[in-house]
């Protein structure tokens, strides 16, 4: 089980590597919504997610002898990314196991932050079994996108860092895909600000952790359609799902819809990109389905990395 | 003349309300450009740009009777914004003259603020004089976007925040439009960083102050056709000039395009939305025309109110 201390341990390791991101506010904002919202911009980290924090905890973990041999995983989207940069920065070499039909920029992302990206015909394989073949072969070290305690621990100093810098919170609202930065929140607001009540959201399509956190046991959903492409892991892990149903106080789930508008309200009030997986945690409040009246509201916003042209055709149609 | 002075007395007073924006750096822009680049983001300020301390800084100086009063200006732009949220958060009175074809946006974003918003016939009456007659009819103060030495002092202070925060500079871009901002920077940055080079950017079609600093003499260019709507100013006032002439080190001029590269490359980047306006401060670096290898370079991004349609246009191109 994963435990403050490893966040804390994690927070030591990190912290002269990541950027503390600006917690940022509206003031019109929270006039409207009649509450404080405190909003922590993962967007603006570097490689443009939070994932460059569990990436880099993992890569300063590994042996000398682990990181003479490299790593591998196999996500095509912000840890790829993230994972490859922490390589490049620590000299660690990286591979990332991706299907032949993987958007380009994001082929190009990777590479551009020196990982080498082995494609794959989805018809033909799995990325579980190339990854794990080419891992044994190389003697590479798989770091897979949130079922590891060192991803959870570096995941969960972002909501340390936002605590720590505007104290107690009534209520904290972060997105959910894997259950990484999740877990790792809840283990940071149960350690900092016990009354807080942590609420996981989903894309309405991929709401495998709504379901798992009512059934009691880990379900899943396979290829949710959904604009929030950070969302569309099947399940959480046996590891971040625990460390859900233990701390977690609530699961939601909200339609695309509200996170095309998350995108528009975030570029004109606080004049950021946030990708639509990264609006997850606003989309309740913007839909008006909570009530936050006074309270403390802390926000994570997970991302920022979308096509511009996809952007384009959201915001053009008003 | 303003000295540093005003400009320290005017951070004293306005510091409460206004943001300490954000300085932020992209490693990978670092090795890009093989400079250390701090962008100092105005366009995270309140109403979305600099306007915001010039605005706050001339209501908090107005005599009691003059609040009871009201203040007048005729911008149609980011000073209206500004200067209309001032007067919402500090009790006072804000009526903004306008064109009655002023875009739908600017005049309902005036009115969300708070401002009275007058609108009038270009072909029959200009700014000025309906801005004066209705000032003096109604006894209200008139706060000009640029000339006056409130607002200079006011924008100087973004730049004071930059240099305490990162340390001296080398160069410092700076975007111009009726030159109050550049004039009030180029005060703090000789004042902190002697040996800081200041050079402020226009528009190729609006570079009046280009013109002017060649000649030596207050030259105008009226109407200019350009996407950087912040800088068709027709030209800068005795008192920026002066200040101009006198601590900035160069003026450059750069084309519309860059300043739509601008906006891609500030959102792919850094994940910001900045208005065409507030990429000129870049675009020379952006344009490779600078030789900035090894140096410390500050770079003021003015604002980010833009319609999200307009930049949807931009962006759609790929």
Known sequence: MVDFSYIEAAHDRISSFVHRTPVRASRRWNEEFGAELFFKCENFQVTGSFKYRGATNAILQLTESERERGVLTFSSGNHAQALARAGEVHGVAVTVVMPDDAPALKIAATKGYGGEVILYDRDETTRESLGAKLAEERGLTVIPPYDHPWIVAGQGTAVKELIEDVGELDQLYVCAGGGGLLSGSSISARELSPNCAVIGVE??????????????????????????????????????FSIIRENVSEMLSVPDDWLIKGTKRYAETLKMIVEPTGCLSFAPILGGTRDIQGQRVGIVVTGGNVDLARLAEFWSHG
Not at 215 to 228: N, R
């Open 203 to 240: 894309p309405e399509a991929g709401d495998d952790i709504c379901r798992s956190f009512r059934s009691g046991t880990l379900e899943s959903v396979k290829d949710p359609v959904t604009i929030a492409d950070g969302a569309r892991t099947p399940s959480a892990s046996a590891l971040t």
